[in-house]
């Protein structure tokens, strides 16, 4: 791909990955559509919060409890889902995923009891786990090697698209028509994608449908023991468990409580600090994309300048006499943004270290670092948070200051592990593969 390439519109991305073969555009975008429809179930109760608390009568924490559970359930599918494309092909899986996401929405709409609620928003997450892997899985399948990287930092960064989505129209919906109408109705546009996968999408440009070996437990086992032994995969989860949950923990419950109270801005700030780390994601995603592509053997070195520059970021931060100035901390949230689409290039890794029949097993395995990360970090600050405020609701910024500290630890096991298989992966090439790694400078 040009060097032009990374910054074009999605359209012309659109066109340019079609031009050699107009269903491989397709399948894309059907996939790509369904993975912004899965965000938008994802993220679809952020703007129903406070309707929830009413309707379903729950406090505050019964609330976070369903994003907690949705991310676990998320994150603890990803193996299984991995499994099961391998075996069915994505094409399977996605429909699966699109049919489990109508009757998730459609439960949640019509659930009158926290339970019902609670279990609906469980089945949004196993949902949800069955779309990103399928997807990642077609542009393997369909797209030349050298434009992969690309198209699949271009479907993470447009997937986020509906979270946006899933905030004003939302919003003005529940308003207007109340919540059953408005989760039943959006439920309902997983339908016509459900036809679209069906109708468009093929696993492969030579086959409709393909099917790996038949799924058993000795067969599933050898199979995530033979991904998990392998340090290119290890390196892919190491460098998603590292580059992602910053911002992830940001944007998912802490980043508005740290700006308003921890930094004292106001909710309009914080809410434009949050938009600025989206941007940065959106801008970011393509170019590395592209920097992945065009120097292959070059990716973990973009991983560890993205995880020391947010590492840096946080430190100037946490270590500011007083309130950090606004500028500081939009630099602080562009880094956390360029993270999100640097641990995207662990996918990268689970892509060229194994081989086709277990890259889903792998992908699988590589996704759940970030996620686990992700909650272990949320439930840390909760509980530093908490030990030190008595109680209290409202935290000040030395609080916070001693909460967000707890990342360190995190960034110290992932940067260790990082550095660790990139030093295996590269000797795993260079033993199995002398003429490639002779034609590389490492990985």
Request: glycine share 10%; with cysteine; proline share 4%.
């Amino acid at each position: 791909m040009a060097r032009g390439g990374a910054t074009r519109s999605a359209a012309a991305l659109a066109a340019d990955v079609t031009g050699s073969s107009r269903s491989a555009g397709s399948v894309w975008l059907v996939g790509l559509a369904t993975y912004m429809l899965a965000v938008f179930h994802r993220s679809s109760l952020a703007v129903a919060g406070l309707i929830a608390v009413d309707r379903f009568d729950i406090s505050a924490a019964q609330l976070a409890t369903f994003t907690m559970l949705q991310l676990l359930v998320y994150a603890g599918m990803q193996i299984p889902v991995g499994l099961l494309v391998d075996r069915f092909g994505p094409r399977a899986v996605l429909s699966v995923g699109a049919v489990l996401m109508v009757i998730a929405q459609t439960g949640f709409a019509l659930a009158d009891s926290y339970g019902q609620a609670l279990a609906a928003r469980a089945l949004v997450g196993v949902a949800d786990a069955m779309t990103f892997i399928c997807v990642i899985r077609l542009v393997s399948a369909w797209f030349a090697p050298r434009r992969i990287p690309v198209v699949v930092q271009v479907t993470g960064v447009l997937g986020q698209l509906g979270s946006l989505a899933a905030a004003v129209p939302m919003t003005w919906a529940l308003t207007q028509f109340g919540w059953t109408k408005t989760f039943a109705g959006a439920a309902s546009v997983g339908l016509l994608l459900l036809v679209l996968v069906l109708v468009l999408v093929h696993d492969t440009p030579s086959a409709r449908t393909e099917r790996g070996r038949t799924l058993n437990l000795a067969h599933a086992r050898s199979t995530l023991r033979e991904s998990w032994a392998h340090p290119g995969t290890r390196l892919g989860f190491w460098s998603h468990f590292t580059s992602q949950f910053s911002a992830t923990v940001m944007g998912l419950l802490w980043g508005f409580p740290f700006f308003v109270q921890g930094e004292n801005k106001s909710d309009h700030t914080a809410g434009l600090l949050l938009s600025l780390m989206v941007l940065a994601v959106m801008v970011s995603g393509p170019l590395l994309g592209w920097r992945t592509a065009v120097r292959p053997w070059h990716r973990s070195t973009l991983v560890l300048a993205s995880v020391w520059s947010i590492v840096g970021m946080w430190t100037v931060v946490l270590l500011w006499p007083g309130e950090a100035p606004t500028a500081l901390l939009a630099v602080l949230v562009i880094a956390l943004g360029v993270g999100g689409p640097a641990s995207v290039i662990g996918f990268d890794f689970a892509r060229t270290f194994n081989p086709p029949d277990r890259l889903a097993s792998a992908t699988g395995i590589v996704n759940q670092g970030g996620f686990i990360a992700s909650l272990i970090l949320v439930i840390a600050i909760g509980l530093i948070l908490d030990l030190q405020a008595g109680g209290s609701a409202t935290y000040t910024r030395d609080e916070f200051r001693w909460a967000m500290s707890a990342q360190y630890v995190l960034w110290a096991v992932g940067l260790v592990q990082i550095w660790r298989y990139r030093r295996r992966a590269r000797a795993r090439l260079r033993s199995d593969d002398p003429e490639r790694w002779a034609e590389s400078s490492g990985s």
